[in-house]
């Protein structure tokens, strides 16, 4: 990416272990990122660009010498950043504050988008998959790099359960992911709001038990209206913006809580006297998605939940950049890569 609406394909060099620690993965299944639409949108023109892509499974193609438990042939998918997964903070289930860990695509990393990638720290980061290389199954393992974790991650952050209804702020592929998540944390009653039919039929199909297309005052008073005046007990904001943000705390339950999960847009959350009043817990953040693959892979595996139907395209590396304008545009929802 070199800046705004300027994403390019080119030849680098081909990834060599640099590190005992070290994985070569060759990439079997990429995509675009919600997230990736927002340096899209701003990113100042650079002569250099930088790597872009974190999300992608593949087949490990060699290991460095202290990367015990991989081998070549292993079918693997990696979460959106890279840890060694035995720090304090790994142990705590922050792998995204490992000290030893970093981000896809910057310091000398492969990004996802793209053939193969240098994985570092490989035996914390990678999670073996036990499907061959052109199981049906690759599309919803991919979104347990990131898309899928970081719904389940704003829904066990807000602490959803049978006991607590739900609204689920913003219909794209993050947003759908949360729908399902709180589906499949039990969650009888869920809340969508969004406005794009296609995607909020979908997320009817996850679990969605209403869809409220209205958005600001009228959308909370539309909750309001549909939950008895009260609002929710829990509010998974997936969008990132202030307006979102505001909506999720008109909507929340006294006493419920706000999960944020979207990247945020704003340098400021309107907390004011008389959210604090009403008891209103504000948490979230970015989603450790090493510290879920495990539990959510058995689901996947076994068909019970089918996450990767939030990808609605797909394209080769060469159309990486039609891709982000689809995103961009709202022609796609979620486009899937394959190299």
């Given at each position: 990416?070199?800046?705004?609406?300027?994403?390019?394909?080119?030849?680098?060099?081909?990834?060599?272990?640099?590190?005992?620690?070290?994985?070569?993965?060759r990439?079997?299944?990429?995509?675009?990122c919600?997230?990736?639409?927002?340096?899209?949108?701003?990113?100042?023109?650079?002569?250099?660009?930088?790597?872009?892509?974190?999300?992608?499974l593949?087949?490990?193609?060699?290991?460095?010498?202290?990367?015990?438990?991989?081998?070549?042939?292993?079918?693997?998918?990696?979460?959106?950043?890279?840890?060694?997964?035995?720090?304090d903070?790994?142990?705590?289930?922050?792998?995204?504050?490992?000290?030893?860990?970093?981000?896809?695509?910057?310091?000398?990393?492969?990004?996802?988008?793209?053939?193969?990638?240098?994985?570092?720290?490989?035996?914390?980061?990678?999670?073996?998959?036990?499907?061959?290389?052109d199981?049906?199954?690759?599309?919803?393992?991919?979104?347990?790099?990131?898309?899928?974790?970081?719904?389940?991650?704003?829904?066990?952050?807000?602490?959803?359960?049978?006991?607590?209804?739900?609204?689920?702020?913003?219909?794209?592929?993050?947003?759908?992911?949360?729908?399902l998540?709180?589906?499949?944390?039990?969650?009888?009653?869920?809340?969508?709001?969004?406005?794009?039919?296609?995607?909020?039929?979908?997320?009817?199909?996850?679990?969605?038990?209403?869809?409220?297309?209205e958005?600001?005052?009228?959308?909370?008073?539309?909750?309001?209206?549909?939950?008895?005046?009260?609002?929710?007990?829990t509010?998974?904001?997936?969008?990132?913006?202030?307006?979102?943000?505001?909506?999720?705390?008109?909507?929340?339950?006294?006493?419920?809580?706000?999960?944020?999960?979207?990247?945020?847009?704003?340098?400021?959350?309107?907390?004011?006297?008389?959210?604090?009043?009403?008891?209103?817990?504000?948490?979230?953040?970015?989603?450790?998605?090493?510290?879920?693959?495990?539990?959510?892979?058995?689901d996947?595996?076994?068909?019970?939940?089918?996450?990767?139907?939030?990808?609605?395209?797909?394209?080769?590396?060469?159309?990486?950049?039609?891709g982000?304008?689809?995103?961009?545009?709202?022609?796609?929802?979620?486009?899937?890569?394959?190299?």
């Amino acid at each position: 990416m070199y800046g705004a609406g300027d994403v390019r394909v080119e030849n680098v060099p081909d990834p060599a272990l640099q590190e005992p620690t070290d994985a070569l993965v060759r990439v079997l299944r990429s995509c675009i990122c919600g997230s990736d639409l927002w340096p899209y949108g701003s990113m100042p023109a650079s002569e250099k660009g930088r790597r872009v892509g974190h999300e992608f499974l593949g087949v490990v193609e060699d290991v460095g010498a202290d990367a015990s438990g991989l081998k070549a042939g292993d079918v693997v998918v990696a979460p959106f950043v890279w840890a060694d997964n035995t720090c304090d903070f790994c142990a705590e289930g922050l792998q995204t504050s490992c000290r030893h860990g970093g981000q896809w695509g910057v310091d000398g990393v492969d990004g996802g988008q793209g053939e193969a990638v240098r994985v570092p720290q490989a035996q914390g980061t990678l999670v073996k998959l036990p499907v061959a290389e052109d199981s049906a199954l690759l599309p919803s393992l991919l979104t347990l790099s990131d898309v899928f974790c970081t719904g389940h991650h704003a829904a066990v952050s807000a602490g959803v359960s049978p006991r607590t209804t739900v609204t689920v702020i913003g219909d794209g592929a993050v947003g759908l992911s949360a729908v399902l998540a709180a589906k499949r944390l039990g969650a009888e009653r869920i809340l969508l709001m969004g406005r794009h039919k296609d995607r909020t039929d979908l997320g009817r199909e996850f679990g969605a038990t209403d869809v409220i297309a209205e958005r600001g005052d009228e959308g909370i008073a539309r909750i309001r209206e549909l939950t008895g005046g009260d609002g929710t007990h829990t509010v998974l904001e997936c969008v990132g913006t202030r307006h979102a943000i505001e909506m999720a705390l008109g909507v929340a339950r006294d006493g419920g809580v706000v999960s944020r999960v979207g990247a945020p847009q704003y340098t400021e959350v309107p907390m004011d006297f008389g959210t604090l009043m009403r008891n209103i817990t504000l948490t979230g953040g970015v989603a450790p998605a090493r510290a879920y693959i495990e539990e959510l892979l058995p689901d996947v595996l076994d068909g019970r939940i089918d996450p990767g139907r939030v990808f609605d395209r797909t394209i080769s590396l060469e159309d990486v950049p039609d891709g982000y304008r689809a995103m961009a545009d709202r022609e796609a929802l979620k486009v899937l890569i394959r190299p």
